[in-house]
């Protein structure tokens, strides 16, 4: 497995190795050793999620706030997604910074997101299927969610002049200051 840092340090870009032939392929989607040797992290997965959304969709910027922080294990397994995670920790040297990269059925990549970040997605196909491995259970009480569209953190969704397709919620997202505001 190829682990790449991002921007953010934390961030970690994953292509594992691919073993095909006329048949189809063969991946190790997740291995507990690889990933460590990879990342040197041992996340603690106790939750598989699973979305399919039509194209054009926009799902975030969500986050889970302590004590229910999660960090998230991100892979497409049909179409392709726009995947960002944003730095929403005020302490950190890249506080306000955001990566985005493609993720796609295709390619096989995953994105390795640490609990603290916020995270969201662009469908870039219609049926797009993302799974995502989290470190806590989903916790109503913890969810937050940051406008995808703050201009503090300005990320460059590839809209191409289209308009997103937003759940009411991702549409009532906290700007910037007012999850800081609001989160002790």
């Not at 934390?10 to 291995?31: A, I, N, Q, W």
């Not at 662009?122 to 799974?131: D, I, K, P, W, Y």
Request: proline share 7%; hydrophobic share 40%.
């Amino acid at each position: 497995m190829k682990a790449t840092r991002q921007l953010i340090q934390d961030v970690v870009l994953l292509e594992p190795k691919l073993f095909g032939d006329e048949r189809g392929f063969f991946l190790e989607s997740y291995k507990r050793d690889t990933f460590l040797a990879a990342t040197g992290i041992a996340p603690d997965f106790v939750q598989d999620n699973h979305s399919s959304s039509g194209k054009d969709v926009l799902r975030g910027l969500h986050l889970q706030t302590e004590p229910q922080a999660q960090g998230k294990l991100v892979r497409v397994i049909r179409g392709a997604i726009w995947d960002v995670a944003v730095d929403v920790r005020p302490e950190s040297p890249t506080f306000k910074q955001w990566v985005g990269v493609e993720l796609s059925a295709q390619n096989h990549r995953q994105l390795w997101i640490p609990a603290g970040l916020a995270h969201g997605f662009f469908t870039l196909e219609a049926g797009s299927e993302v799974l995502y491995k989290t470190t806590a259970p989903y916790t109503p009480e913890c969810e937050r969610t940051v406008a995808w569209d703050d201009p503090d953190i300005a990320v460059a969704w590839p809209l191409q002049g289209r308009s997103p397709v937003l759940s009411a919620k991702d549409q009532a997202g906290l700007s910037l200051q007012e999850f800081l505001a609001a989160t002790p």
